[in-house]
């Protein structure tokens, strides 16, 4: 289920925007995963697209999504797109550019999707306790893997405000619609 959205300028002085929203919205909704690492990750992910993306430059924004599953939470960060694909950069003893090497080692799953309109960087952290899930709430069964992969294809280029398909994440945490009567 989507606990919340939130669309901020791309400007450096909102990151701790983003970062607020998202231990707010933590803070708010019972989805058991570490508030702090996910606050830390959207901050990192956050600057990123306004460093290095379409969003940096005047009128351009990034879209914060996060998203409660049966087991954690999944943040998506949505840019206005670049030439570049997200990079890890390896090298521990740069300046900068520890980001995504963040995201890689304390998000269970990560990945991006890229069209031509933006790029949408996801990371997903299990619950570190077990929440309290609502009877009847869908979501992925206990012991089962879930198996998620950024597929190049899996664009929907006239969707608002989500410009990419849910992850299989988002897809198990939403309920499937009710059959015509």
Known sequence: M??????????????????AFVARTLGTNEVGADADAATLLTSEIV????????????GGTVTIVVIGLS???????????????PVVKGDLY???????????????????LRDA?????????PATYEPQQAAGQPGPAAGRPVEVRAQP????????????????????????AAAPA
């Open 117 to 125: 309109t933006g790029t949408t960087v996801w990371f997903h952290l």
């Open 2 to 19: 989507v606990l919340g959205s939130l669309t901020v300028p791309g400007r450096p002085e909102q990151v701790g925007q983003a970062r």
């Open 71 to 85: 087991r954690g939470v999944l943040v998506e960060i949505i840019d206005d797109g670049s030439a570049g694909t």
């Open 153 to 176: 294809d899996s664009f929907i280029s006239d969707a608002e405000p989500y410009r990419a398909r849910p992850t299989h994440l988002w897809a198990e945490a939403t309920p499937p």
């Open 94 to 112: 740069a300046a900068e550019g520890h980001g995504l090497f963040l995201v890689q080692h304390l998000a269970a799953q990560w990945g991006y």
């Open 47 to 58: 600057t990123n697209a306004i460093q290095h993306t379409k969003s940096g430059v005047d």
